[in-house]
């Protein structure tokens, strides 16, 4: 049974990427989703393995379950490389696919938003190095993050990596998704995780919020008009963590949405697709395990 078991888990999981995987069922490695740049990757792997994504080490649960993102502007191979309990070890090298990235140019911002006075950027430092903590968390928790949701229902009105002409000047990409949405819509969670971050005046987010998905993953909701939770609090998926508004650098009502991995800034739209994947693979595993 469990070795019928094993094969199937293998087969779900395989059969999304077409990916080569260990030969034996003592030395698993298998890995949903594809190298796409913005991208999020789940990883199964044999209980106890050790894993390192690139030059960073990450956390595995205790079904053998990891998650891992591709920078935005990462290019070549990403490897994995896996550890067995045994000591044996498997390497992956994932040739990374280019994404093409729109180019977006808003005009109407206040200049401050653009080139911050010389009084703000000791604020500006500060905050960012807050942020850069709360995404930083690579907490383990029971299970990897599950099927991530839309936090506000709406249209979306910019993408993840576009490049950024603001007043006319090349500026950084945009790292989220913009939803637009009326103020006061309401901003749920998009999973589970603890509250890492609740500032209610973020130089370029204004009142933002960070959760702390574990296993390195991370969202965060900017712009708000008001925040419902505090830091250390732990939210459910879909629960109510703010108010849509137009705070910090906002040109109207929207709620920014990022994920992050380890500080990688990953696509929403992606961890939606990826997650609801690898969450209906589950139920397809589940189902078929009672029969
Ligand atoms: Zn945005």
Redesign the pocket.
Known sequence: MTKYFLFLSAFIFSAFIGFSHAESATNRFYILGNAVQGNMLYGKVTPGSKVIVGDKKVQVSSKGDFVFGIPRDAKGTLKVKVTFPSGITDTRPLLIQAKKWQIQALNDLPQKHVNPPAEELQKIKIQAADVKNARGLNTKTSSVPGCFMQPVKGIVS?VFGSQRILNGEPKNP?L???IAAKTGTEVKASAAGTVSYAEPDNYYNGQMVIIDHGYGISSSY??MSKINVTVGQKVKKGEVIGLVGSTGRSTGP?L?WGVSWLNTPINPQNVLKVSAKRCSSGKQKRVTKNQ
């Open positions: 910019s945009h989220g998704i913009d900017s712009h929207h920014h």
